[in-house]
């Protein structure tokens, strides 16, 4: 009976430690996914900079 207690102790130690696993796991996707997000609006504003950019120096071109 004792042994049976003491696995049924490690496996309610086991779960509390995986659902904090689990939580932290989700914040940390959270902020990855928040993280990704910021450098996909980042990444397209440089496109778009560059990309007008480029337009400027072929009418510039043009222009001469």
């Known amino acids: 009976m004792q042994k049976l207690e003491q ?8 779960c509390q430690r995986l659902r904090e696993e689990n939580r932290s796991l989700h914040t940390q996707h959270e902020h990855l996914v928040t993280e990704r ?6 990444t397209e504003q440089a496109k778009s900079r560059v990309e007008a950019m480029i337009s400027r120096l072929r009418s510039m071109e043009s222009g001469s």
């Open 7 to 14: 696995k049924v102790d490690e496996l309610l130690r086991l």
């Open 37 to 42: 997000t910021a450098l996909i609006e980042k």
